[in-house]
């Protein structure tokens, strides 16, 4: 067949360890088989990052802004043995939040669900759709190893002469400090994201957070996403029948618990990286969800919502067969090929994304699996198989399709 054409470039983020290799194996399998691929390629592999200072991370941020889509491989954020592992000149942050502080959005996160994995939680019958904020908090924030006695002071001086000066505490003995910020700005967005998608999909926003305990910081998203409500989609939202509210972040755990899924759950950054694997394991594996950053100018990132799976990835060079379940990133690829077709007026590659989607989910419906999911499944027999075996029988399913 012919190959399906491309007119604009997607933004490709290479990454690191074992996705790396699955990322390759899923561009020769999967896709330039039958796409043309035109790609603006960065490579976000740590040890790239460490040769340009960051700077390549950077620049791809900037590169999705001028594109409008990029796809995403997963990397690693290093911490000490990284720092020793790979000779580090700096302990470089987390691309994700470099690449989310560069485009301010939201990133919406969705399990993908087959007939023969059931939740967790047996009353979940809907996906619960994780809206995290994608800027500021930890993942921007100044961190500060407290040597010996000392104060530690919080201190503001405003453009026009504001000033506030707070002792946050007085250190008797070594310790730790740690400073994070938000803006009115990027909350304002991360709200508007939330309601027009909770709108478009029509599904109910829950937004949680800890105000009774963070009295200015937490209660200032609440106060935000109220005021937002109010003012521009309560009309809207009660014309749908649909429902906003705002609770606590314990008890909104609770109630998620107890739901039935189908609804959109608003989170702060660090919040929401915690609680969409929690959601993403409950519903099967932290390799079945997808992930995508929605900026308010309308770019669009698509990730993997998972790590790099270091401890195959040590397996894969000692030459071991490895069993990677290569979902998340396979349709963080769809997504990307599908929005670039919605964008670029090309009904082609936006069909070619939703058949590789299809192939997938009838691969697993099928019991062809990597192990990871083997043990989920609670009727018939499924059949266990390596990465390139399941790329490979997606492949065969997609073919068929086209």
């Known amino acids: ?195 027009k998608y909770a709108i478009n999909t029509k599904q109910d926003l829950w937004f949680s957070a800890k105000d009774t305990i963070s009295k200015k910081y937490d209660m200032n998203f609440r106060n935000i996403f109220q005021d937002i409500y109010e003012k521009e989609y309560k009309e809207e939202f009660e014309k749908l029948g649909l429902e906003y509210f705002y609770t606590l972040i314990d008890d909104a755990v609770a109630r998620v618990i107890r739901s039935k899924g189908g609804f959109i759950w608003a989170l702060k950054n660090y919040d929401g990286d915690v609680m969409s694997d929690m959601v993403s394991t409950a519903f099967g594996s932290l390799a079945m969800m997808t992930s995508v950053l929605v900026s308010p100018d309308g770019n669009f990132e698509f990730e993997a919502a998972h790590g790099t799976v270091t401890r195959h990835y040590y397996k894969y060079l000692d030459g071991e067969e490895t069993s990677t379940n290569p979902m998340a990133t396979i349709y963080a690829w769809s997504g990307a090929l599908k929005k670039r077709g919605e964008i670029d007026g090309l009904a082609d590659l936006t069909s070619f994304g939703e058949k590789i989607e299809e192939a997938c989910v009838e691969t697993l419906n099928e019991g062809i699996m990597t192990k990871d999911l083997i043990g989920l499944v609670e009727e018939g027999t499924p059949t266990a198989v390596n990465t390139e075996g399941f790329i490979k029988a997606v492949r065969e399913r997609l073919e068929a399709k086209l």
């Open 1 to 195: 067949m012919e190959k399906i054409q491309m007119t604009t470039p997607l933004v490709e983020m290479d990454g690191d360890e074992m996705t790396r290799i699955i990322w390759q194996m899923i561009k020769d399998e999967l896709i330039t088989p039958f796409v043309d691929l035109k790609t603006e390629y960065y490579d976000l592999g740590l040890k790239h990052r460490d040769e340009t200072s960051d700077q390549v991370t950077k620049d791809a941020g900037e590169a999705i802004k001028k594109y409008g889509v990029g796809v995403k491989c997963a990397t690693i954020t290093p911490n000490a043995q990284r720092m020793e592992e790979y000779s580090l000149h700096e302990m470089w942050k987390s691309p994700n939040g470099t690449i989310r502080a560069i485009l301010d959005g939201t990133v919406f996160r969705a399990p993908i669900i087959i007939d023969s994995i059931k939740p967790v939680v047996k009353n979940w019958e809907l996906p619960i759709t994780i809206a995290r904020h994608a800027y500021g908090d930890l993942y921007k924030g100044t961190e500060y190893r407290v040597p010996e006695k000392g104060k530690a002071e919080l201190i503001f001086t405003g453009e026009n002469g504001a000033t506030f000066h707070e002792t946050i505490y007085d250190f008797e003995c070594p310790g730790i400090l740690q400073g994070i910020y938000n803006k009115d700005t990027s909350i304002e967005s991360f709200a508007h994201s939330c309601f």
